[in-house]
């Protein structure tokens, strides 16, 4: 089946440390992926996405490539800041045709804590 | 523009009593979802409507039912509320099926006791 594997948290860093969350996918067919982002108390919203193998999705500083050779979609900050706390999600999508398809299907999550 | 809105905010049931949880989106969106999100668990799809006057069951649908009214609303039911249905229950929209970028509204806490 067609699963997302994000690495267990919760994260804990200083402020404008570097942030790498990792998270792979399993899927048949070819997936497009997100990533999600969801502030305490808030639902989730789009943080950024990738359609196809070697596409980068950016946004506010966040960072990941699709890389199909290793069926990964790793998260990346440069410099966070105390504001990116949240519980980030990596999430996949089946284009039509395959199995499974147009159903977003998520990973477990993954907290990041940053402190001051 | 109000984008996903739900309601209640929270919610405490007896186990067996029922209750509907409201959805609203205001961006004519065409394809609706009710998600429950549990602890190392990410969210999962209770049910969804692709489209108005279309409802389809996702990975975990019983005990649920759904009602798309119209375009804009699609209801959640719990018709015998179980302690298993404590969670938080997130409604979402896109533009069609099918389509990755999904609006979520701000959720339900339930606890059923």
């Known amino acids: 089946g067609n699963s997302v594997t994000q690495m267990e948290g919760p994260v804990t860093l200083s402020e404008e440390a570097f942030l790498t969350i990792n998270c792979t996918y399993t899927?048949?067919?070819?997936?497009?992926l997100f990533w999600y982002v969801q502030y305490p108390g808030e639902g989730l919203q789009l943080l950024l996405k990738?359609?196809?193998?070697?596409d980068k999705g950016s946004n506010k500083g966040f960072e990941a490539t699709y890389r199909k050779e290793t069926t990964s979609f790793h998260l990346e900050k440069g410099s966070v800041q105390v504001s990116d706390s949240a519980v980030y999600f990596c999430a996949l999508i089946l284009t039509i045709g395959a199995d499974s398809w147009g159903k977003l299907q998520f990973g477990a999550g993954t907290q990041v804590v940053v402190t001051p | 523009n109000a984008g996903v809105t739900q309601t209640p905010k929270f919610q405490v049931l007896k186990t067996g009593q029922s209750m509907t949880l409201q959805c609203a989106q205001d961006m004519n969106h065409n394809s609706m979802y009710w998600y429950r999100q549990d602890p190392g668990m990410g969210l999962r799809l209770i049910y969804y409507?692709?489209?108005?006057?279309t409802t389809d069951k996702g990975e975990v649908p019983n005990g649920y039912n759904v009602s798309r009214l119209n375009k804009r609303e699609f209801s959640l039911r719990l018709e015998s509320a179980a302690p298993s249905q404590t969670s938080v229950y997130f409604c979402?929209?896109?533009?069609?099926w099918g389509v990755g970028t999904q609006y979520f509204g701000p959720g339900t806490r339930l606890l059923v006791l």
């Open positions: 409507s692709a489209s108005e006057g």
């Open positions: 899927a048949t067919g070819y997936p497009s």
């Open positions: 979402a929209s896109s533009e069609e």
């Open positions: 990738a359609t196809k193998a070697d």
